[in-house]
């Protein structure tokens, strides 16, 4: 596909070509104080080890922003770009809705600062992306389709 028919697929969002799903894991403890921080979002701090126990559970990491889906319009035999697009993504994700510690500086010159100590994807965190995950696409139609209707 060319660059403008790859811009009018985004455009209009006709059909999902294609998805990936992604997950957030905390490697570090200071990833693990910050997302705890992020779900915990009110109420005096307990102990660290129970603070941790309570709000870095299984279940409260499998929502978003740390677990969802990025799909795309059209089909790119690219896997790398993608998986940098998805990871792109997330971290953009997560500065947006506010969890500490997650800096992101748009190319555009929007900004989303945390003003927390930064977290570095890899030494405090990895974001694992799943298999692609292809859609089906719906069938062209055709005069004899239109006659039908």
Not at 8 to 31: D, F, G, N, R, T
Not at 41 to 50: N, S, T, V
Not at 115 to 127: T, V
Request: glycine share 6%.
């Amino acid at each position: 596909m060319h660059a403008f028919e790859k811009e009018i697929a985004k455009k209009e969002m006709l059909s999902i070509a294609c998805s990936y799903p992604y997950q957030v894991i905390p490697i570090s403890e200071q990833a693990k104080a910050n997302f705890g921080l992020f779900n915990k979002k009110r109420g005096p701090i307990e102990r660290f080890k129970d603070f941790l126990a309570r709000n870095v559970t299984e279940e409260k990491m499998q929502v978003f922003p740390y677990k969802g889906q990025m799909s795309f319009y059209f089909d790119d035999p690219d896997e790398t770009t993608r998986i940098a697009e998805v990871k792109n993504f997330v971290q953009w994700n997560m500065a947006r809705f506010g969890v500490p510690g997650i800096n992101f500086k748009e190319k555009k010159g929007s900004n989303y600062i945390s003003y927390q100590i930064a977290l570095s994807e890899g030494e405090d965190y990895k974001i694992e992306v799943g298999k692609k995950i292809v859609h089906e696409q719906p069938k062209r139609l055709t005069f004899d389709d239109i006659k039908a209707l």
